[in-house]
């Protein structure tokens, strides 16, 4: 990943803040894992604070996700045992 | 047919992420039979802990000790289950109650409160407007990058260019979790219909 800061405009250190360059490089990826980011506007100007916003909100919603899913499966999974019927298409899943 | 070359780096991302989803799959199934055959009378949430606990787990392991997310995920999602082992272990079974506390504490932790859209208050010398935008530009940048160092495993001492890097890949990762588990969900749910 480039670590060029062509745009940089302050003075601060070089970890103190992203770069331009690594937003772009950041929302361009995002765009590829969550198709749904608001890109109306389609230049690279999307603000910094979006994408991070934007991707705060992804990984909080996924967590919920796990979260949920896991209260589902906990009425669903009371046994992994050898006999039950998940046990042998996961089985086959895994193996293939 | 020709494949444009986005197409062809889909297919690319689609195949490791079909292998990511089987390998965490195992992991995730191989513990569960050793958790479930050690520990057979469980309550509903201790079950709960579990099934996540152990997703979480299985979902770092499978990265190798690549990145330092998943690091940081196994070390907090082991303690977790650690706690939950001792408990078990022990004859007094209200003793369980600390580490639920503690446990959901460190859940809990994971999660952060929602950070509100506000008007960044200016409490200095006016300025000129567009250097104002600028530094209210800046401050919330650094605001939500603290964010997104709380929401990622082992963020807090990330430099902002690791961050995004491990950003991306715990993201994906957890993009895996969700379809696989989703996945077993629906499944089970259809053969416990019949």
Redesign the interface.
């Known amino acids: 990943m480039s670590s060029r800061r062509s745009r940089q405009s302050s003075s601060l250190g070089p970890s103190s803040r992203i770069s331009d360059d690594q937003i772009a490089d950041l929302l361009s990826k995002l765009r590829q894992l969550l198709p749904e980011i608001h890109d109306n506007r389609r230049s690279s100007k999307v603000s910094a604070s979006k994408v991070l916003q934007e991707t705060c909100n992804y990984i909080r919603s996924l967590h919920r996700e796990v979260d949920d899913l896991s209260q589902r499966l906990t009425q669903l999974l009371t046994t992994i045992d050898a006999d039950s019927p998940e046990a042998a298409i996961i089985r086959s899943l895994i193996l293939q | 047919m020709t494949f444009s070359p986005s197409h062809r780096v889909d297919l690319k991302?689609m195949a490791s992420k079909a292998s990511l989803k089987?390998k965490f799959?195992?992991k995730w199934?191989e513990d569960?039979?050793t958790y479930?055959s050690s520990n057979?009378f469980t309550t509903?949430s201790e079950?709960?802990r579990i099934?996540?606990l152990s997703?979480?787990i299985a979902m770092a392991s499978i990265q190798e000790g690549a990145t330092k997310w998943s690091r940081a995920l196994i070390e907090n999602a082991s303690q977790g289950m650690d706690t939950f082992k001792k408990s078990a272990m022990s004859d007094d079974r209200g003793a369980r109650l600390p580490s639920a506390a503690s446990v959901a504490k460190m859940i809990a932790s994971?999660?952060i409160s929602?950070?509100r859209?506000r008007r960044t208050r200016i409490c200095k010398p006016p300025r000129p407007k567009r250097l104002q935008a600028?530094s209210i530009?800046?401050r919330?940048?650094?605001?939500?990058?603290q964010?997104?160092k709380n929401?990622?495993p082992g963020g807090e001492s990330m430099?902002?260019?690791s961050?995004?890097?491990e950003?991306?890949d715990?993201?994906?990762s957890?993009?895996v979790?969700?379809d696989v588990?989703?996945s077993?969900?629906c499944?089970?749910?259809h053969?416990?219909r019949k």
């Open positions: 991302r089987q799959l195992k199934m569960l039979r479930g057979p509903v079950r709960k099934i996540k997703a979480d994971k999660k929602k950070s859209r600028r530009a800046k919330l940048v650094k605001k939500r990058t964010v997104l929401l990622v430099d902002d260019a961050l995004i890097k950003t991306l715990y993201i994906m957890l993009q979790q969700v588990m989703r077993l969900a499944m089970s749910e053969l416990h």
